[in-house]
Nanobody, 128 residues
Framework: QVPLVETGGGLVQAGGSLRLSCAAS????????MGWFRQAPGKEREFVAA????????AYADSVKGRFTISRDSAKNSVHLQMNSLDPEDTAVYYC?????????????????????WGQGTQVTVSS
């Protein structure tokens, strides 16, 4: 088990910013690829961003590219999602997830099925 706890969600006006954090447990956090996904009401869960185990590779959904930044702090076993220029379309529950299968490769997945553990989610609401 890899407990994941997201924090930092909330209500923000369009154009504003939020920083989500995900704290992970486990002595091997540095070997996990990490991802952020989101799910809006009535919609399927979708990929937002991913980062490789050492932070050398990242990926973003087209809808957030240039606005969101994923980062990780292995010393603190945490991953972050800086969200700028927020739009009401960004309203969703945001989940962080851990992929334990990457071994020593500097890779990541954009597919939710590849992730092994999930946090409980944090609500982000962007008002217009």
């Amino acid at each position: 088990q890899v407990p994941l706890v997201e924090t930092g969600g909330g209500l923000v006006q369009a154009g504003g910013s939020l920083r989500l954090s995900c704290a992970a447990s486990g002595r091997t956090f540095s070997t996990y690829a990490m991802g952020w996904f989101r799910q809006a009401p009535g919609k399927e869960r979708e990929f937002v961003a991913a980062i490789s185990r050492n932070g050398g590779s990242t990926a973003y959904a087209d809808s957030v590219k240039g606005r969101f930044t994923i980062s990780r702090d292995s010393a603190k076993n945490s991953v972050h999602l800086q969200m700028n220029s927020l739009d009401p379309e960004d309203t969703a529950v945001y989940y962080c997830a851990a992929d334990l299968k990457r071994g020593f490769s500097d890779s990541y997945s954009v597919r939710s099925q590849e992730y092994d553990f999930w946090g409980q989610g944090t609500q982000v609401t962007v008002s217009s």
